[in-house]
């Protein structure tokens, strides 16, 4: 596989469940990046990972927990959300932070519903 | 703070109909600007980086160029494949985006 690669696609769940959103890159980058996506809105960053140190938290409420175990992977995991969360969730990543102007690289998120 | 403001929100033409898309930053320090085009139910595709007023970039239909205060997005002889979400951000520190520019082109 190449590029970004997220899952599920899409995922439904209820206020009290747990889930967790995977990401994998198959590009050889340092810096892997979680941004929420909503319905007219610009993307918001939540976390930022480099060399797989958190290096940002975007004051992101607890309830969003992300793992970073390597350059590779990078997980999201959700607990306990409220309704105002659901909205698409995209990962990506680039060559690294400190990089200048380096782009980033989606994959297609994963459409988040919460009921 | 820096700010990122794209125009129009939403955009219609016909096939062959040149138009522009336009992004507004304040941001101090620029390392890059960057446009990106979004498909429905896909995540942003990058399409150009310009670090510099006065620099262009091209490809197929769609050129880029940057100013001090803002970049336009010219699409020339757009057809109905070019209709997407048109995203611009900017690096300063983190990458800041704008809300994008919703592009329909009729046949």
């Known amino acids: 596989e190449t590029g970004v690669t997220q899952t599920p696609r899409h995922l439904v769940m209820g206020m009290t469940n747990k889930k967790s959103l995977k990401c994998e890159q198959h590009?050889?980058?340092?810096?892997m990046y979680w941004y929420k996506q909503s319905a007219k809105k610009p993307l918001e960053l939540m976390f930022v990972?480099?060399?797989?140190?958190?290096?940002e938290n975007n004051s992101v409420p607890s309830r969003f927990s992300p793992e970073c175990p390597n350059s590779s992977h990078l997980f999201l995991h959700l607990h306990t959300l409220q309704p105002e969360d659901s909205a698409l969730y995209l990962c990506?990543?680039?060559?690294?932070?400190?990089?200048?102007?380096?782009?980033?690289?989606f994959g297609n998120g994963t459409r988040l519903t919460v009921t | 703070e820096d700010q990122v403001t794209q125009s129009p929100e939403a955009l219609r033409l016909q096939e062959g109909e040149s138009s522009s898309l336009n992004c507004s930053y304040t941001?101090?320090?620029?390392?890059?600007l960057f446009w990106y085009r979004q498909d429905p139910g896909k995540g942003p595709e990058f399409l150009f980086t310009?670090?510099?007023a006065g620099e262009e970039k091209e490809k197929e239909r769609l050129k880029a160029t940057l100013t001090k205060k803002e970049s336009f997005l010219h699409i020339t002889a757009p057809k109905p494949e070019d209709s997407a979400t048109y995203l611009c951000?900017?690096?300063?520190?983190?990458?800041?985006f704008g809300a994008g520019t919703r592009l329909t082109v009729k046949p």
């Open positions: 990506a990543s680039s060559q690294d932070t400190g990089g200048y102007g380096s782009p980033l690289h």
């Open positions: 590009l050889g980058h340092n810096a």
């Open positions: 990972y480099n060399f797989k140190e958190q290096t």
């Open positions: 941001v101090s320090g620029l390392r890059g």
């Open positions: 310009l670090y510099s």
């Open positions: 951000a900017v690096q300063a520190g983190d990458m800041r």
